[in-house]
Every structure is written in C-alpha cells, then in structure tokens.
C-alpha cells in the first residue's frame, strides 16, 4: 500500500494518545512510591494543579498533572515526563527556568533541592501511584436477539410485487403502489401534463429549470407518444438529464446536507477549514460517474486505507475521507483527551447516521435507549476510529487542537489557488520575517520584565502562522501545494476502554474493536470474527492482497461491512433518501433514523424491492433514479382530490405526486438561471480562499464573508456553519452540524422581505426583464412564463401581466426606512457586493491583517437605481409561490 | 406519524376550509378574512371559536435560558449539600454544594442564590417550580420536548399552539416572534407550526449585543448590527405605492395558483406572509426603535452597561412588542451548560440576564402590563447537584426549576420540592406536558381541547398526557 506524505502546517503534532492504555512500566517497590508522596506530590498539588488538573478544571497547554498518565501523556508540547530521560521530560526542563523555554511555575523558579528531587525521581522511572481507577465492568442487560427481530435489521426480503388487478400501474414500483392504494380505498389521480412532466424532471435531476426551448421540444415529443412510445420519450429525457453535469451539482449537494459538510469547524471558535472544497467536489465528481454507492462509501470510510493503482487513486481516495474530517469541532478545547473523544464521537455519530440511519452515539454513556445497542458497542466503534488519526489542518496559533493536512502535491489533483508571482512570493515572506521578529522583540521585553500585552503577542503568532501557512501552499517557485482533509491510520492501535456514563476519568472493562451486534451473528460482532465469517470475505473489496489482509485501524473492515450487500440496513438507507429526493418524503419519513425513535416504513415491501435493485444494479444510483421516474406513480399529477385527501391528506400511499417546494439552492440557481446570469463554471478551490485562514470573528470577519458572492451554482458558495450565505439560510438549507437528510420546509414573512426587497431578487429581476426588451407587451408576457414557470400563461394571467406594465405609475421615489442615518453603514456591512472574486484574495486578505482594527472596506453597491415597470413585474413572477414549487 | 384508521374521523368544515372557498380564485381576499377574524378578536384556528376558560393572561414571553440552568446554584435552596458536600453521592461522583450564598427575601422570604441580587427584589411576583422534570438529559431531545412536547417527531412549538388558540393581536407583526434562537439543537423546529397552518410559525429576529465596549469590535466581526433585528426591512428601488401594486400582483398570481390547485397550504401561507412582511416594513422599524425610550428605563435594563446589553436589548424589545400586540414572544440567552468551569460561566450568566430580567418585570408592572403577561424562565434541564470534577455539574432531567411570574400566577410562592440533595423532582412534581397544560389554562386554553386533526387524530401539545398544576393559580 502506498506510503503516505503529510506535511506539518504548523506547531506540533498532537501528543501520544494512548489513553487508559496497559503499557509495561518498570515496577516500582514501597520506597520509590514514598518519595512520590513525600517529595513529588506535594509539590504538584502546591505549584501546578491551580493550572492542570481536573481539581482545577484546567489544562493550560493541554496539560494535567494529576494523574501518571496525564503526565506520561503530556500536553501540546509531548510528554511532561519521560521516564529516565530528563532530556525529553518537558516539565523537568520547565523547572530549570531556561530561557528560551518554558519557565515553571510560572511565579518563580523553585529551590534547586525540590528541582533536584524531581530529577532524582524521573531518574527513577517516575514511579507515580496515581493510576487511574478502573471501574467495574460495564454490563449491559440488553435482549439483543430479541432486537435482531425488529424489521430494519432483518435482512431484505424479495416479495414477488402483487399482481395487478388493473392496467393502471406500468412498471413494478407501481404495483406495490397500487396494492396499498387499493386497500386503503384510495384510486390515483390522472398522469401529469407534458410541461409539468418535463418542468419536474428538470428540477427533480438537475435543480434548474428546463429553457423554453427544451420544454416546447420535449413536451410536443410527450405529447404526440402513448403508451410504451412515451415511456421511452421520458427516458430518453431521464438519461439526458443524469448524463449533464447539473445532475451531479444537484444531487451531490444532497449528498452534502448527509455528510453534514461545511467549511468551517463550527464549535467554539468556527474556524475556517481552507480545504474542504475538496470533498465537495469529490461527491459531485462522484454523482456524475455514478460511482457505484458501495464504494462510494468505502470511499468515504476508508479511501486511505483502499488497495489502489495509482497516485492519482488514492489521491482521491484520500479526499474521499474528508468525509470524517469535515465534521464540528470545539478546537478551543483545552483537553486533548476529551476533545480527541469528542472527534471519535462525531465521526461515530455521522458515519452510522449517514450509511446506517442508526443513533449509535446515543450510547455513548449508556446502553441506547431505545435501540438494541449496548454501551460496548459504541465502544468497540471507538476502538476503530481512536485508531485513526484525522487531519482538518487549522492554525495553532488559532486553534489549540489544529492538526496537519496531507499533502497531495503532484499525485494529480488540481490545485484551488492560482500561481504566486514572484513579488507575491517574497511579499509574505517578507511579512512572515517582520511578525518573527515582532514576536522575537516581545519577547525581549518580557524577559527583560517589561509589560506586554498578552493580546499584541497572540496577534503576532498568528500572523507568522498564517503568512507561514500561505507560503506553505506553494512551492518556492510559488506553485501551489495541493493539501487535503482526510483520515490516516496509527501505526497501531489505540486499546479502548468503555468509559462510565461517557466519562474519561471512568475507565471500565478493554472492548475488542468491532461492529454491531444486532446486525451481526451472535458474539461475531468482533473484527476477528468478521475476518474469519464466509459472507464478510465474500464480499470484500476486490484487489487486496489478500483476503486475510486486515487494516491497522480496522476502518476499512469497518467500511466493507457497512458496504456490504449483506448488511440488511445500508441498501435500504439509501434507497429510502434517493426515493425522499425524489418524491419529497420517504419511505421511511425519518431518513436519517430507522431506529426504534424513527418511523415504520408505509411500504415495507417496496423499500426492500427499491434496496434489492439498488444492489442488483451494482449500486447504481443513476439506475435506480431512472426507475423511479420511470414509474407511473412518479409520474402522476400532483392535483388534489377531496375523497382522496379527507382519506389520506399527508399523501402517504401515493395517490398523486406530492407538490414539493424547492431548496434553497435550487431557488437561488433557478432565478440565476431565468436571468441568464448563471455561471456554470466550477469555481477554483473555495471562495473563502478570500477570507483566509482563522475562527470568524477572531480572525476571519462575518462583513468579508458575507461580502463573497458569485453567480456560480449555490454549491460552489462558502459554506461556514452558522454563517450560511443568506438567501440559503432564509430558505432553510441546513446548519450542517449534523447529518440532515431532510430539510425544514418553513414558511416565514422573512422569505416574504427577502423577495420583495432584497437586491439579489431584485438584480435578477431586472436582468431578467433586459431578456425580455424589445418584444411586444403580450410576448414579453409569455415569454416570461415560459423562462421562469415553464408554462404559457392562461388568459387572465395575460391580461393581469400586460395591464400590469402599463399601467403601473413609474415612479421614482423609493421608500425610505426611519433608521435612515444608520440605514447605509448597515447595508454596507452586510450587504454582499461584487467584484474581486477571483483576483486579489491575497491583497484583501492580507491588508487585513496587517491593520486587523481597520473597519473591512466594503463598496456600498448603488441599490437606489429605479427599476422599470418590465423588471417589477418580473420581480413580482419570481417572488409568486409558483416558481418555488414542483408541481 | 402512525397513523389510525379505525376511527377515521369526518373532517368537518372548518372556519379555514370556508374562507378558502369564499376566496377561491382570488388568494388576496383569503388575507383579507383572515385579517378580519384577527381584528374581531378570535382566534385563527379552525375549531376553537372561542377561549376555553376566562384567560389569566394574554400573552407570554418566555426568557429561555438554553443549556441547563444549575437549580441548585439559583433557584431551589439545598442547605443539605453544604453539609454533604465532597462525599461520595448515590450515583458515583461526589456531592457538590453550591459556591454562592442563598438568602431569604421579599414577604414570601423566598430563598434566591446571591447570583441573583436584582431578580431577588421581585421575589413576591416569581412562582418557582421546583419540582420540574423532563424525560431525557441530552440538550436537542430536551430542548425541543420543552417548546414542541416532543422528541421523537416534529411537531408544533408552544408558540404556535398559543397563536393558533388565541390568534394574534397585531396586524402588523408577526404573533410569535422567537429572538436569537439557536441553530442547533432543533433549529426551526423549536418555533415551528409542523402540521398547524403556517401563518402560526415563530419569526426568527436577532439583536446583536451593541454595548458601548463591544460595539466596535462588533461591528468589525459581525458588521454594523441590524436596527431591524431582520434583514431586507426597506426597499430603495421602488416607491410604496409601486410595492403595494406589485403585491398586489403577486397575490393575484398567487390567487390562480391557489384556485387551479384548489387547496394548497403553502400558497395560502405565501399569501399570508406577503401581506404581512409588507406590514412589518413599517411596523418593525418602529417597535425596534428604542431611541424614544427614557435614559431611566435604558438605565432599569442593564442598556449600554456590560455585561447587560445584549439580554437588556432583548427584554426592552419583548416589552415594545408585548405593547405592540405580539403574542409569544421568546428570548434566547445561553449557554447555560457548565460542565465544567461553572464558578465563573455560570456567574457570568447571571450577571448578564439579572438585570435585564428584574428590569423586565419592573417596567411590566409599571405600565400595568404584569398583570396579563405571563413570564416563564427556565431551560431544558437543571444540572446534578453531584460532580465529578468539582468543577461543574452535568445534566439534570430529573428535578430542576422554571418559574413563572405575572399574569395568574401567585407571586412568592414555591411550588414542587426535589429532594434534599435537589437530584430528582418528589413533591409538586412538573413535567413539562404539566407545564404546558398550566401555560394554556393561564391564557384561557384546555390543553385537551386545543387540538387540530391530523393524520386522522386529534392532535394535542400535551399529547394523552399534561395536568394543570391548579395551586399556582392566583
């Protein structure tokens, strides 16, 4: 397997992690620990547990010294103790106040007879009686075999579809329809019209709307074919649309709100992370070739550890792992440990939720509550992610827990920052050496006992940081570096302990690393007995070396298992979410839990037989999308029915197709669209490059955030948790903290003002009515509906569009709010404006950080300019509901 | 949703369905009805023509303090942790006393912690519960069980129940406006209508701290704040007359989109919400500004002072929109989860919201606003009065303290007790089906016969559960 290249952006690499491990310690007899308690405990107690110890609640530098493997462990800067080397024991070197060390304690050097004590005791091999208890052993009372019998995990049954007893349904998915339909006394309303059709497609595949052209092309085609002739009008249209790139733009960004993807740690600091564009695009690449989904997801889990031919593969792979990296992360924490456990947390709680629509991280301080999952289990998955390393990058000046990234330079992919000139190159250069220097003179003064303020130092580090880390990502020759977020194993693994009630300083009984055991034969749940189970090697990932071969971390086993046909939830869970962004709800309405919390299937029989094809087609997702829309009940109308609503209002059997309200994104790239202002080119890298590095509101400043804006497709915009692009945020897309399979649908006189007087709105409105110039009244009429609603307009609405632009008074006085004094500097900051995307990042960027109290210089935009009668009432056909639904 | 057959009820026709079908064709009249109904005073919702009971209240603001608040540091007085303090408690960690003094104060000689100096002075109008409890110690799960009733699936928020029960008083604004919520932890469900029509749903405002100290950072962080606690509140481009001819437009494509698909709640909600933003550009300018206000009643909340500005700004702004006719109004202030660390997070809290809150009351009570506001305090659980680290406490479902004050409700009185170690609710126990049961009676509502069919059942806030807690009503 290919070795792995990492660069260390900067500060230093997290200490051992080896937690509550056995490690062999030299034994120490009764005299040794009497001179700990007599000499050395004192000591501690008295100087050093004020700042590190649970006492305290404190771990300045990640440092506790109250226990002997807080101290063996260390802080961020290595072990404070090393047994028998006072060479590599930081705390022994802090005692000896060198100066250009660490000086501790803090308020004075102490007597050379206490400092010889402790060199005398770490000669000794630091013999240190403070061993963490070990609690009993955590038992759990759980009946896991009567859990095993609960639907989710049993495995996937083919029901033969009950025969028809009518000519109505066409393909298969419409008999299981159909049956349910029966039974409930409902009959489906009639097929959608042509334009309707053709408008859903568009939107459903590629989040855009068809233009006027495609739409009188395809629904004249529709129109003029019956039967099995229109069938296969439809999937001509199906696959046109999944072979367009729009398809991946739109899909993966489905994808994405499961992945929970953002482009910032969210937490305490929210700092941004620089490179997780990287695996954005990776999902939207993903989508487009129809990566089959069982790779998709070994991918995701295990791209890094994946048997591969080339650089360029496992490039890839490694971006793929971003996945467990992108997720919310509290870098401010103090406590190494309790922060690494939050991380090992996340990635549980995402990767079950994502793949398996299963809470296991609600057992993380007890048995889960209401599924058949033990505490053990959380922690036999602990065990394979504490294996891990992950690297997210960050600045340590910024950020106490940042990690390195891993360099992909020259493996193939492309880079996200344009060439340096050489003047750019040595200007940060040039800025690194000056922050240096700032920080070597504070220094001095300090020293020398002068006053400095804490703040002015912080500012400097971080600025030698983030010049540092700007010069890191390119070469010399100022080429830019190609880094990612992703996932590594450790050269061993971590033994893991079921923690008490989730808590570190509880250690109880050593778990084997392992899966679930509702989903697995009774007491096989560990990885030796996967390796050794006949249907895991049977479906293990083809190319290893052998089918023994077994990864150091046990991710990748981790990820085949999930991947695995066998495994009775991953197909459903998936097919279930294709089948909600499809029709608008799933099978299984709650997406992202099939837990007991979570809601039965309406038809469980059609969710294994969609799960079935699913693996049949050799998890093609592109396949089981066509045979859905391919399906008459995909196709039906969505018009309301009275006897069938007062019967079934939530629509739950399918009796029309549900009207569904667009996302966000969609919204926002529709009216981009219909204005012609839509750039379809993928933007380099991340917008935020502009923004640079750093926690927003410590480094990083909401106005320049906000002030980002593009009219590339709402994927490509920055994505900082909490501080979502507006429009998207009005519209509900989602926070991204968690997985998110199904999103808010709210309604709110918000998104009513943002309609009516925001600027994005109204510029789309006005480029939208320069389409439509020159044409007489009534066409400009049609043509709007055409461009925007996908239809031509009924009589009246004729008539209200043409009386409307006639009539309406041109009038330029504009309406004034009260607060008008105020009014200007408030759209000024967070307004968004245009201008400087792609050029100039560094110029903005940096002229921030040399002057960081310089309010950030945003263009006020000329918003005043009347609009014309034409671009009102375009404004009004955008903002009407229509636009936002698929009928 | 589970849904059951075997008692599929009639749907009847209701006040909505009606004004649907007068207006069908022409959605803008449907705002027309519905404003009508709001101006005679009733309620929005379909089945509940008129108030259950005689109301004790007409509105409420709910000051939420996300997190947890420690009721054994603040409101529930525990003298037998002093002595137990640092032996080894019945569930593993040690007990933990509190670091903060209690006193006794008012005629009630209520006992309120040191960390409340201000609020202690209104102790003759605070109702504590002391006995509440909830089902679940993990914060989203808690959190959207106390403003929904429940976790396991979206359901409508408090808020909305109030607004669909008792309709709303302002034209001009939103009925139920929810002030800095949290993202997390439920989101948008936790002000959200779920199944009830969506002119019920909460209205997301923000108002950023801008005290003098930390204005210009701010101001370099976040921008400028927003005057309007909302975005996009004023149009340049054109003139009001012009908005209110486009409007009127897209009410009327709106109106054929409702026709042709004969019933269609998001439309209806659009037309609702069009009608209402167009409102709220006057009308939130307005009740946002706070320039007309007294330096004394700046002062009374804790404005331009630290570390009172930010939680000051939002209780003067609850009061200006009680005054304006806003139903539910909801008040954000958190994190109030100390884990660790809760020496100094915990008193830092309370400085921030002590004042505020005092000076909330105050003010109420002198514009005779008290008596028919009901203000409820509380977050989605208390913390353990035993700690592992000594440093902080963990999640407390089982017994911890809300208190209400205001209209109905008897002032200086405690009701519920925990135990003595204040772990787990014993007397007056409040779960929080209770506490809403108790909410709705206060402001006329029989929590069982507030209810809106759904998925063929009648749906209720407090599900099959919920008792009025009927010894706190004054």
């Excluded at chain 2, 400028?224 to 340049?236: D, K, L, R, S, T």
């Amino acid at each position: 397997m290919t070795t792995t290249r990492t660069i260390l952006l900067s500060g230093l690499m997290l200490g051992c992690l080896c937690w509550f491990t056995t490690s062999p310690r030299p034994l120490h007899g009764q005299e040794d620990m009497r001179f700990f308690e007599s000499k050395i405990r004192p000591i501690l107690v008295k100087h050093c547990y004020e700042c590190h110890s649970n006492e305290s609640g404190k771990a300045r530098g990640g440092l506790k010294v109250d226990s002997r493997d807080a101290l063996q462990r260390g802080g961020d800067s290595g072990p404070a103790v090393v047994p028998q080397s006072l060479e590599d024991s930081v705390l022994y070197q802090a005692l000896l106040y060198h100066d250009n060390g660490w000086q501790m304690p803090p308020k004075g050097q102490l007597p050379p007879s206490v400092i010889d004590d402790f060199r005398h005791w770490i000669l000794l091999g630091a013999p240190d009686p403070r061993v963490a208890n070990l609690e009993p052993d955590v038992a759990s009372e759980m009946d896991i075999e009567a859990g095993r019998q609960f639907w989710a995990y049993r495995p996937l049954t083919q029901v033969s579809p009950p025969a028809s007893t009518s000519d109505w349904p066409t393909t298969t998915i419409d008999r299981y329809v159909a049956a349910q339909l029966k039974q409930q006394n409902l009959s489906p309303v009639d097929d959608a019209a042509a334009e309707v059709l053709v408008r859903r497609l568009y939107f459903t595949l590629t989040g855009l709307p068809p233009s006027p052209e495609d739409l009188k092309n395809w629904a004249a085609r529709l129109d003029t074919a019956t039967g099995s002739r229109r069938q296969s009008v439809v999937a001509e249209l199906v696959d046109r649309l999944l072979a367009s790139d729009r398809y991946g733009e739109r899909w993966g960004r489905h994808w994405l709100d499961v992945a929970r993807f953002a482009e910032s740690t969210g937490g305490d600091h929210n700092n941004i992370y620089q490179h997780a564009w990287r695996y954005r695009n990776y999902v939207i690449d993903a989508f487009n070739d129809d990566k089959p989904f069982d790779q998709f997801i070994r991918e995701q889990i295990a791209g890094d550890l994946l048997p591969i031919g080339s650089d360029q593969e496992w490039a890839n792979n490694v971006i793929a792992t971003g996945f467990l990296a992108i997720g919310v992360k509290s870098v401010g924490e103090e406590d190494q440990q309790r922060f690494f456990a939050d991380l090992v947390d996340e990635q549980i709680d995402t990767t079950t939720r994502a793949f398996l629509a299963t809470t296991v991280a609600c057992a993380r301080c007890h048995d889960h509550k209401f599924d058949p999952i033990p505490q053990t289990d959380y922690y036999a998955l602990a065990g394979i992610f504490r294996s891990t390393e992950t690297h997210y990058g960050l600045l340590k000046a910024q950020a106490r827990q940042a990690t390195t990234l891993i360099d992909l330079t020259g493996m193939g992919p492309a880079a996200g920052t344009p060439e340096l000139t050489p003047e750019a190159y040595a200007t940060l250069v040039e800025q690194r050496d000056e922050a240096a220097r700032a920080i070597e003179d504070a220094m001095k003064k300090i020293r020398s006992g002068e006053n400095v303020f804490r703040g002015l130092l912080r500012k400097y580090r971080s600025d030698r940081d983030e010049t540092e880390a700007a010069l890191q990502a390119y070469t010399d020759r100022g080429q830019p570096r190609v880094f990612a977020m992703g996932t590594q194993d450790r050269n061993d693994a971590l033994p893991t302990r079921v923690l008490v009630r989730g808590e570190l300083e509880s250690p109880a009984q050593l778990v084997d690393r392992g899966v679930l055991q509702v989903l697995s034969p009774p007491n096989q749940q560990t990885m030796n007995a996967l390796m050794k189970d006949a249907r895991f090697r049977r479906n293990r990932t083809p190319g290893l070396p052998s089918p023994k071969h077994q990864s150091q971390s046990g991710r990748l086993e981790l990820a085949e298992w999930i991947a695995s046909p066998e495994n009775p939830l991953t197909a459903r869970v998936i097919a279930n979410r294709v089948w909600h962004w499809m029709v608008g709800r799933g099978l299984v309405r709650t997406v992202d839990d099939f837990g007991h919390a979570g809601e039965a299937p309406s038809h469980p029989e059609l969710l294994d037989y969609l799960a079935g094809r699913l693996i049949e087609e050799n998890w093609s997702i592109k396949a089981l999308i066509r045979e859905i829309a391919l399906s008459r009940t995909w196709q039906l109308a969505s018009t309301y029915q009275a006897q069938n609503y007062n019967i079934d209002p939530d629509n739950q059997f399918y009796w029309r197709m549900n009207q569904r309200r667009l996302e966000a994104e969609a919204v926002r790239d529709a009216m981009l669209a219909v204005s012609a202002r839509l750039d379809l080119q993928r933007p380099q890298g991340t917008y935020l490059r502009e923004a640079g590095e750093g926690g927003v509101g410590q480094n990083v400043f909401e106005p320049v955030i906000r002030a980002i804006e593009a009219n590339t497709r709402s994927v490509y915009l920055p994505r900082v948790r909490s501080l979502l692009p507006e429009m998207l945020e009005t519209f509900d897309a989602p926070d991204a903290s968690l997985v998110s399979g199904s999103r808010d649908t709210t309604l709110t006189p918000l998104q009513s003002l943002y309609l009516m007087n925001n600027r994005f709105v109204q510029e789309q409105a006005i480029a939208l009515a320069e389409r439509l110039e020159g044409l007489p009244p009534e066409q400009q009429v049609s043509r709007l509906y055409e461009l925007a609603l996908a239809r031509t307009p009924s009589q009246v609405e004729l008539q209200l569009g043409t009386d409307f632009i006639q009539k309406i008074a041109m009038d330029a006085t504009p309406n004034r709010g009260p607060f008008e004094s105020n009014r200007r500097s408030s759209n000024a900051a967070s307004r968004p404006t245009n201008g400087e995307e792609s050029s100039g990042m560094r110029r903005g960027r940096r002229s921030r950080t040399t002057d960081s109290t310089e309010q950030p210089s945003v263009q006020p935009p000329n918003e005043t300019t009347p609009m014309s009668p034409l671009a009102i009432y375009c404004q009004a056909v955008i903002s009407s509901m229509e636009f936002q639904l698929i009928d | 949703m589970k849904q059951s057959f075997c008692d599929q009820p009639t749907p009847s026709t209701s006040r909505r369905e009606a004004l649907r079908t007068l207006s069908a064709g022409f959605g803008y009249l449907a705002f027309t009805g519905l404003a009508a109904a709001e101006a005679s005073g009733h309620g929005l919702g379909p089945d509940v023509p008129q108030l259950h009971f005689e109301p004790r209240a007409k509105r409420v603001i709910f000051l939420c303090m996300r997190g947890g608040p420690s009721h054994v540091d603040t409101f529930d007085y525990k003298p037998h942790l002093k002595q137990a303090h640092g032996r080894p408690s019945n569930y593993g960690a040690p007990w933990c006393a509190s670091p903060w003094n209690f006193h006794q104060h008012g005629d009630s000689g209520m006992w309120i912690s040191e960390l409340f100096p201000n609020l202690a002075r209104h102790a003759d109008d605070l109702c504590l519960l002391n006995g509440m409890h909830c089902d679940q110690p993990a914060h989203a799960q808690a959190f959207i069980q106390m403003h929904t009733g429940n976790f396991q699936s979206v359901r409508p928020s408090l808020g909305a129940w109030t607004l669909y029960g008792l309709g709303s008083e302002s034209q001009n604004l939103p009925g139920f406006i929810s002030i800095n919520p949290p993202t997390a932890t439920g989101g948008a469900q936790n002000y959200g209508s779920s199944f009830l029509p969506a002119a019920f749903q909460g209205t997301k405002f923000n108002i950023q701290d801008s005290s003098q100290r930390n204005r210009r950072i701010d101001r370099l962080r976040r921008g400028e704040a927003n005057p309007y606690g909302i975005n996009n509140a004023v149009n340049q481009r054109i003139s009001r007359t012009q908005q209110r001819e486009q409007l009127n437009l897209i009410q009327a494509l709106n109106g054929e989109k409702l026709s042709r698909d004969q019933h269609n709640p998001l439309v209806e909600g659009a037309i609702e919400n069009l009608e209402l933003a167009f409102r709220m550009q006057d009308a939130v300018p307005r009740v946002m500004d706070i320039a007309g206000e007294t330096e004394e009643t700046l002062k009374l909340y804790g404005i331009n002072e630290d570390p009172t500005d930010g939680f000051g700004r939002q209780c003067l702004i609850a009061r200006r929109l009680a005054e304006a006719g806003v139903r539910f109004i909801e008040l954000g202030h958190g994190s109030w989860d100390q884990h660790s660390n809760i020496q100094t997070a915990l008193a830092d809290n309370c400085a921030e919201t002590d004042k505020p809150i005092a000076g909330l009351l105050a003010d109420l009570k002198r514009r005779d606003l008290l008596k028919d506001t009901l203000i409820l305090w509380g977050g989605e659980f208390g913390r353990t009065p035993y700690s592992d680290s000594g440093t902080g406490r963990d999640h407390n479902h089982k017994g911890y303290t809300m208190w209400m004050a205001g209209g109905g409700v008897k002032g200086g009185f405690q009701y519920g007790r925990t135990d003595q170690h204040g772990y787990e609710a014993v007397e007056g126990k409040m779960h929080i089906h209770d506490w809403h049961a108790t909410i709705l009676h206060l402001l006329g509502l029989d929590h069982e016969r507030l209810t809106y069919l759904y998925a063929g059942r009648q749906m209720r806030l407090t599900d099959v559960a919920g008792s009025v807690a009927t010894d706190i009503l004054s």
